[in-house]
């Protein structure tokens, strides 16, 4: 692989975990048809280098996928998987170019996350839309999960959702995990940052709904400010980084803007009616805010934003010294990996079938600001990261 750096990072003073990092860019290029393709697109603004930064990413026998979020105008495609031509790491439209089609509202417009059963090869990929921050102005697509078969290469299924769940002028649909039961997928939980909402998607039924809780809103005060290398960066980002627990019974999450991690029963939100006001928990405050955020076998996984970490959460041990798992609160968290250069701003997690979590990193704020360097003289902006934890994810 393309950067392989090894590296050899102490934890805690005594315990030595391998990490490496995988792919870095300066900025993000494509496999393109042709030069001329690349060279028109790039004259006709619908290429824009510096408007192209990785986020989400999974892994699926082997191979890296990840995404490009539309959040600026000038990014040719959504949903990629990582292929190295000469050496250097580039993205290749993913299932194909046409599927990431600007306003064709059959194709992917808006994807932060996706999810890839490791048993099926389906990704589900949720999809905001053609969406106004990137193009105001412009025709709105709808917000819509699509479910494809990486093996079978074919589109599963299409929901789209309702103006109800996703108002097209507010949804920011930003993370997503797949409850399975009895080795089928039944439940799909989604963050919504822009109405600051809970979507699930009830897979047997083709159905989505929401949940509102006070708790998925941004805090005011301390909990919006993150420092980011040496600057002071505000996020007034509500619901975001999400988890479901290794037996499927609780679902994870936290807004950008707070340090608290919460909970809540999945037996709740099967419930479309239900009354979530009396099940969600506060488990306590995280050591720094976070977005992306994974459960392992054992632990949850979440990057330390203020600390240029990733962290974990000893769920296990917390949950085998309380009185009983209604009594668990966020108590054994230790770092995983740190690093004060290349770990700014860790965005997205995934786990492999061999107990390595990989993660990104992009610099988000430099990137909101505009006061990113693209050129290739310049320092690496982009990152993929592997460690090896021992864990495996919920699938």
């Known amino acids: 692989m393309s950067a392989f750096t090894v590296l050899l990072i102490t934890i805690l003073g005594h315990k030595l975990v391998d990490s490496a990092i995988v792919y870095k860019w300066h900025a993000i290029d494509y496999e393109w048809p042709s030069t001329s393709v690349k060279e028109a697109s790039i004259k006709n603004g619908s290429f824009i280098i510096k408007n192209n930064l990785l986020s989400g990413i999974k892994i699926y026998n082997e191979s890296v996928y990840v995404t490009v979020p539309r959040t600026k105008k000038g990014v040719p495609s959504a949903v990629n998987v990582i292929v190295?031509?000469?050496?250097e790491p580039i993205l290749r439209p993913f299932p194909s170019w046409s599927m990431q089609t600007v306003g064709d509202c059959s194709a992917i417009q808006f994807a932060q996350s996706f999810e890839i059963d490791q048993s099926t090869g389906w990704m589900w990929i949720i999809d905001t839309g053609l969406h106004i921050i990137a193009d105001p102005g412009q025709f709105l697509c709808p917000a819509k999960l699509v479910i494809y078969d990486i093996n079978a290469k074919k589109v599963i299924r299409v929901h789209t959702f309702p103006e109800a769940v996703a108002p097209k002028m507010r949804t920011y649909l930003n993370d997503i995990v797949v409850h399975k039961i009895s080795g089928k997928p039944a439940y799909a939980y989604i963050t919504d940052t822009g109405t600051?909402?809970?979507?699930?998607?009830d897979f047997l039924k083709d159905k989505s709904y929401t949940f509102a809780h006070k708790s998925m809103a941004a805090e005011s005060g301390p909990a919006t400010i993150i420092d980011f290398d040496n600057t002071k960066f505000m996020s007034k980002t509500a619901i975001n980084g999400i988890a479901l627990s290794p037996d499927s019974r609780y679902l994870y999450y936290c807004p950008l803007a707070s340090m608290k991690l919460y909970r809540v029963p999945t037996s709740v939100l099967a419930q479309e009616n239900g009354d979530i006001s009396r099940s969600v928990?506060?488990?306590?405050d995280k050591?720094?805010?976070?977005g992306g955020m994974m459960?392992?076998?054992k632990s949850l996984f979440y990057g330390a934003l203020n600390r240029n970490a990733v962290y974990k959460w000893d769920f296990t041990k917390d949950m085998a010294i309380a009185a009983s798992v209604d009594d668990v609160t966020l108590t054994t968290q230790t770092q995983v990996v740190k690093d004060e250069a290349l770990m700014n701003w860790v965005d997205s997690f995934a786990f492999d079938t061999s107990g390595h979590l990989y993660f990104t990193v992009n610099n988000v704020p430099k990137f909101l600001q505009n006061t990113m360097d693209f050129k290739d003289t310049g320092p690496f902006n982009m990152f993929v990261w592997k460690i090896n934890v021992g864990e495996k994810n919920y699938w």
Do not use: F, H, I, R
């Open 295 to 297: 459960a392992g076998s």
């Open 196 to 201: 600051a909402k809970l979507v699930v998607y």
């Open 287 to 290: 050591v720094s805010q976070t």
């Open 281 to 284: 928990k506060n488990l306590g």
């Open 84 to 87: 190295e031509k000469q050496g």
